[in-house]
């Protein structure tokens, strides 16, 4: 079991910039993905990024070409940079990582783009 704490969320303005971060207490090397998820009240949790043990990336259509997941595997952590930002992009952000075995979630951090 690998344990994750979220950091970086706030208050931002209406194209403003956040970057998220996400430690793990282990090794993430077993994880063969990990991503970013969001869930605003009254929705549906929602995958917003995702990348491979490889580097391959995966993103949601709503933040294409504004956010960017990234992985060091040296520090243990998965950042999401966030540009452009939306009051849309509003929610609570979790990330996960997934081994052949497990899958884990970190507690949440609050974003807020608002003006």
């Known amino acids: 079991q690998v344990q994750l704490v979220e950091s970086g969320g706030g208050l931002v303005q209406p194209g403003g910039s956040l970057r998220l971060s996400c430690a793990a207490s282990?090794?993430?090397?077993?994880?063969?993905?990990m991503g970013w998820y969001r869930q605003a009240p009254g929705k549906q949790r929602e995958l917003v990024a995702a990348?491979?043990?490889?580097?391959?990336?995966n993103y949601a259509d709503s933040v294409k070409g504004r956010f960017t997941i990234s992985r060091d595997n040296a520090k243990n952590t998965v950042a999401l940079q966030m540009n452009s930002l939306k009051p849309e992009d509003t929610a609570v952000y979790y990330c996960n990582g997934r081994t052949k075995l497990a899958n884990s979630w970190g507690q949440g951090t609050q974003v807020t783009v608002s003006s």
């Open positions: 990348i491979t043990s490889g580097g391959s990336t």
């Open positions: 282990g090794s993430i090397f077993s994880m063969y993905v």
